[in-house]
């Protein structure tokens, strides 16, 4: 009874641990309303009236029906953006509601609705375009100071809608009516009947222009647009006037800014040569490459405004540089790995070539299987594991595309199944092919001591490790299209100082596809698959035999559980098998839910044996996205029950699952 008590409290200890350190981190200051997300609102009600403002209750009334009208009027609307803060004044009031005229028609037009009627009535008097009464809005607003909320209308008659009557897109250096064949493939999105909305006009002049510059085009323009406005019969006739301009090759390309960070080092960075066929996207791509170099903030590429002598593109690099030192603190918990901490040092420019140097200090705690918070028999400090280390990345040796990399790291680590300690280095030298490619060589050094349910046993390697990496996605940390692929084999051999002989090989890959052209919808994929060769179960270290389970494996179960067990511990497999399949939706531009399964096992022989059993869990998530990335809260429930284990997983961290 004792021990069972002791777990309860703990438990309850730890959890309002928690409780206490989100309330802590909140800001302090003035009590207001919790807003989780933006999804509940905040400032939307008007203050009471004083002497010192004249507050106003504000209502939009549309006649009919319109699209999207009421949207379009509160992005526009100062009355309604400043509705929460009241003017001084009926003089301001009124003026406030006078600017809103203009503003409303405005975007009524965008809309399409050229035959709009908008009335803004304040206190009874109603503002029109072209009739001015605002001294009698303010006259009719002054007595409501300090006495009541002053009530205002925004009224509006859209009228019927005007649709696009006629479409003719001409050569403006030619004047030839330009065809289909000369249109983007997919057409520009705009045919007769459409809404006539400045968003579709504006879309579909961006369409012609960008398939011009996808045609090696740099200044491809819309010279000229003329629409005609038929109000009795609610069309338009438009003619867009395009100025293609000449095909162009990339010229030459200079570097400017960041003058403490060596040119050769940038320039190692950009794939694209010159003589390369113009394209917006290779643009984006120089972009892209350079800002991997850790030492630069940011890099803007400026196209030349003419082309050259030889009918080329020169490019103009401008590139700032980032503040070379940082220290940074991170946290993340999940409810089966356990919390985590981390807590780093990093100088981005440490001999002025772009120089990487990374100190790192990592804690864990395990909380899963047994771990000491959640019993009263153990010392905490047995489940307690660590890291230290220092990585160095010097890039760009001799200014070609070959980078130096070193780490070296002491390490305990601490799972349900084994305990480790040891001290690895690593150093080798990593081939850059293009940003999406490149392959790595080097040695490796690890000493190390592992004990699990079976014994203790110390063991040395001596590696020679071989990896590649290819990365087509469209970005690292919110990806809707492309695939990755990582790949490594590192052979361990007794000739070369190794306590054993063994081949370690890991393969992962990912894919991502968009269902909908704003990427709202997106499938992703992923794979794994890892292979001890040479060396039998018992030879091999337990911290090198692979595991599944865990964030970013098999979420739901315990972290490195799930595996060839003795008495109902999990000491690890010599393969292992592993996928996830998730459908990331976005419910709004910030809020998305993930509906995912993920399933995997490790197996004792060197292959995937399929008679035994792969767990499967399945869950859902939310994500809020952010500048950084989405932050990601996953709730995971195993589909098979094992021994001891939870029956469910909660993760929170940075990032997408894969």
């Given at each position: 009874m004792r021990s069972a008590r002791g777990r309860s409290s703990r438990t309850q200890i730890w959890k309002a641990a928690l409780v206490v350190l989100a309330v802590a981190a909140a800001p302090v200051g003035q009590a207001s309303?919790?807003?989780?997300?933006?999804?509940?609102?905040?400032?939307?009600?008007?203050?009471?009236?004083?002497?010192?403002?004249?507050?106003y209750d504000l209502t939009i009334t549309i006649v009919g029906v319109g699209d999207g009208i009421e949207t379009a009027i509160r992005d526009v609307s100062s009355l309604y953006r400043l509705r929460a803060d009241a003017p001084p004044d009926a003089d301001a009031l009124a003026r406030l509601a006078k600017g809103d005229l203009t503003a409303v028609v405005d975007a009524l037009w965008g809309l399409g609705y050229y035959n709009a009627q908008v009335t803004i009535d304040v206190a009874g008097v109603g503002l029109r375009l072209g009739a001015n009464r605002v001294d009698a809005a303010i006259a009719a607003a002054g007595p409501f100071l300090n006495t009541a909320l002053v009530p205002i209308a925004i009224v509006v008659d859209p009228g019927q809608r005007f649709s696009v009557r006629n479409i003719t897109i001409r050569d403006a250096d030619t004047g030839r009516t330009l065809t289909a064949a000369d249109l983007p493939p997919g057409g520009i999105r705009l045919e007769p009947g459409d809404p006539a909305s400045a968003a579709r006009i504006l879309a579909a002049q961006s369409r012609i222009v960008d398939h011009y510059r996808e045609q090696a085009r740099p200044f491809a323009k819309v010279a000229s647009i003329e629409p005609v406005v038929h109000h009795p019969v609610a069309a338009m006739d438009l003619t867009i006037a395009i100025s293609p301009g000449p095909e162009?090759?990339?010229?030459?390309?200079?570097?400017?800014?960041?003058?403490?960070?060596?040119?050769?080092?940038?320039?190692?960075?950009?794939?694209?040569?010159?003589?390369?066929?113009?394209?917006?996207?290779?643009?984006?791509?120089?972009?892209?490459?350079?800002?991997?170099?850790?030492?630069?903030?940011?890099?803007?590429?400026?196209?030349?405004?003419?082309?050259?002598?030889?009918?080329?593109?020169?490019?103009t690099v401008e590139a700032t540089e980032r503040l070379p030192r940082a220290f940074g603190v991170s946290a993340q918990f999940s409810t089966t790995d356990g919390?985590?901490?981390?807590?780093?040092?990093?100088?981005?420019?440490?001999?002025?070539?772009?120089?990487?140097?990374?100190?790192?200090?990592?804690?864990?705690?395990?909380t899963e299987g047994g771990g000491a918070l959640f019993s009263n028999r153990r010392n905490v400090l047995d489940d307690m594991g660590g890291r230290i280390s220092a990585s160095f990345l010097k890039p760009a040796l001799g200014g070609t595309r070959n980078d130096f990399l070193a780490d070296a790291r002491v390490e305990r680590d601490r799972t349900d199944g084994y305990d480790s300690r040891l001290v690895n280095v690593t150093a080798g030298i990593r081939h850059r092919f293009s940003d999406s490619f490149s392959i790595q060589g080097g040695v490796e050094y690890?000493?190390?001591?592992?004990?699990?349910?079976?014994?203790?046993?110390?063991?040395?390697?001596?590696?020679?490790?071989?990896?590649?990496?290819?990365?087509?996605?469209?970005?690292?940390?919110?990806?809707?299209h492309g695939f990755r692929v990582t790949?490594?084999?590192?052979?361990?051999?007794?000739?070369?100082?190794?306590?054993?002989?063994?081949?370690?090989?890991?393969?992962?890959?990912?894919?991502?596809?968009?269902?909908?052209?704003?990427?709202?919808?997106?499938?992703?994929?992923?794979?794994?698959?890892?292979?001890?060769?040479g060396a039998s179960l018992a030879e091999v270290p337990t911290n090198r035999r692979f595991f599944a389970g865990g964030g970013g494996s098999v979420r739901g179960y315990a972290f490195r559980s799930l595996s060839p067990t003795v008495k109902g511990r999990p000491i690890g497999g010599r393969s292992l098998l592993e996928g996830s399949l998730e459908a990331r939706i976005r419910v709004t531009d910030t809020i998305g839910v993930v509906p995912f399964i993920d399933a995997g096992a490790a197996f004792a022989e060197s292959y995937p044996d399929f008679n035994e059993n792969i767990r499967v869990?399945?869950?859902?998530?939310?994500?809020?996205?952010?500048?950084?990335?989405?932050?990601?809260?996953?709730?995971?429930i195993p589909l098979t029950r094992e021994h001891g284990q939870r029956g469910y997983g909660i993760y929170l961290g940075i990032g997408q699952a894969f």
């Open positions: 309303a919790f807003n989780f997300f933006g999804l509940f609102g905040s400032g939307d009600t008007p203050p009471a009236p004083s002497t010192e403002a004249l507050p162009a090759r990339i010229g030459q390309i200079a570097v400017t800014g960041a003058d403490g960070v060596d040119e050769r080092v940038i320039r190692s960075f950009i794939y694209v040569d010159t003589g390369t066929l113009y394209s917006p996207k290779a643009i984006a791509d120089i972009r892209t490459s350079l800002g991997r170099i850790e030492a630069l903030s940011s890099v803007r590429v400026r196209e030349g405004e003419a082309l050259d002598a030889d009918g080329r593109l020169p490019l919390p985590s901490t981390r807590v780093y040092w990093t100088h981005r420019n440490l001999f002025g070539g772009a120089e990487v140097l990374r100190l790192e200090a990592s804690a864990f705690y395990l690890e000493r190390g001591l592992v004990k699990d349910i079976t014994g203790k046993r110390d063991y040395r390697l001596v590696g020679l490790p071989l990896s590649l990496n290819f990365d087509s996605t469209d970005s690292r940390l919110e990806p809707t790949g490594g084999v590192a052979p361990y051999l007794r000739g070369l100082g190794s306590s054993i002989d063994m081949v370690v090989s890991r393969f992962n890959a990912s894919t991502y596809f968009a269902l909908d052209d704003r990427a709202r919808y997106v499938i992703a994929a992923r794979i794994g698959f890892g292979s001890i060769l869990a399945a869950g859902l998530g939310l994500r809020y996205y952010t500048g950084i990335g989405p932050i990601r809260l996953d709730v995971a």
